[in-house]
């Protein structure tokens, strides 16, 4: 029998379950887990632990890892995306780092999405003043049907997307950074997949375009003004990846002066948002506050892969979905 690890979970102490609960339930059982106490002194709370579970990666601080530093064997991220890590001092630590990959929140993004595509396709808050107004089959609306989406980006998300899309008759193109099998995409009904190269064609042959890529240095701000202004002026952009993908002021500006038909977003590039952010009070846009992948199902797949990574780590071997190296 493998051997029961030390475990300590570090949560958002104002956004604390299901995420907690999910961990107790898939790592308490088998493991011996403590949850990170913020009014304790930090040292001892990492005496002895091998592996730290870190809710996001938003809540590791330098002095943790110093503390964790000589016994812990994997901190896992209970997220995808590790902008909000500083992954750099972590390895300076030698310290092993392993995230929740795409599979983990595919189908919630891709959901967000197809809400927002339907939203804005109905001009759903048009719709909403017509019928506080008393004013009837108004607005007009666009089906999907026939209607091209672009999808930047073909990981989890984007290809949950595809399947989702593909039942409301949408025709499908795809740009990724690796080449997508033709199985792939006679699987998911691709009439175009393409290479970065080829972006400037899907975004500007795309009724909606939708993002799906990780935030690094290539991909920060990349849909810039110049990317915008490519878009048809019927076109929507979609984004439930992350917020520094897109200029939020050449955005605004595509939206006020109709280079773009409208916008569905639910992550910013600067978050807490700004309650007065612009782009708030504009009728063709369509907004929530980061909660495209935040679901129950989200939470269970994300605690299943750490309890899988502290089981292999308790059994001696690699953890999965290492970021670090």
């Not at 026939?146 to 989890?156: E, H, K, Q, S, T």
């Not at 984004?239 to 977003?265: C, K, M, P, S, T």
Request: aromatic share 8%; glycine share 10%; net charge neutral.
């Amino acid at each position: 029998m493998a051997e029961r690890l030390k475990v300590v979970y570090i949560p958002d102490p104002e956004n604390s379950n299901p995420w907690k609960e999910d961990i107790k339930e898939a790592v308490g059982r088998r493991h011996n887990l403590a949850i990170y106490d913020y009014k304790a002194p930090i040292a001892p709370q990492f005496q002895g632990v091998d592996v730290v579970i870190d809710l996001g990666g938003s809540w590791g601080t330098r002095a943790m890892a110093d503390a964790a530093n000589g016994s812990v064997k994997l901190w896992q991220i209970l997220g995808n995306g590790f902008d909000h890590f500083d992954l750099e001092y972590w390895k300076s630590k030698k310290i092993p780092v392993a995230n929740c990959p795409g599979f983990c929140s595919g189908i919630p993004l891709a959901e967000c999405a197809m809400i927002f595509m339907l939203m804005l396709g109905r001009r759903w808050y048009e719709t909403q003043s017509k019928l506080r107004h008393g004013v009837l089959y108004r607005p007009f609306g666009a089906e999907l049907e026939g209607r091209r989406l672009g999808l930047i980006g073909f990981g989890a998300s984007g290809r949950e997307l595809a399947r989702r899309a593909r039942a409301f008759g949408m025709k499908l193109s795809a740009i990724d950074i690796r080449d997508i099998p033709s199985e792939e995409q006679r699987e998911f009904g691709l009439e175009f997949a393409g290479k970065p190269a080829d972006m400037d064609r899907v975004i500007g042959e795309a009724d909606y375009v939708s993002l799906h890529l990780h935030l690094n240095n290539e991909t920060r701000q990349m849909m810039n003004e110049q990317k915008l202004r490519l878009m048809k002026p019927t076109a929507y952009l979609i984004n439930v990846a992350r917020g520094a993908l897109v200029d939020e002021q050449a955005l605004y500006a595509a939206l006020v002066e109709g280079w773009i038909g409208g916008a569905g977003i639910d992550v910013f590039g600067k978050e807490p948002v700004d309650p007065d952010n612009p782009l708030f009070k504009l009728p063709n846009v369509v907004t929530t506050p980061h909660i495209a992948g935040v679901t129950d199902g989200t939470s269970r797949r994300r605690a299943a892969t750490a309890a899988e990574n502290c089981d292999r780590i308790a059994a001696g071997q690699t953890p999965l979905y290492r970021v670090d190296v």
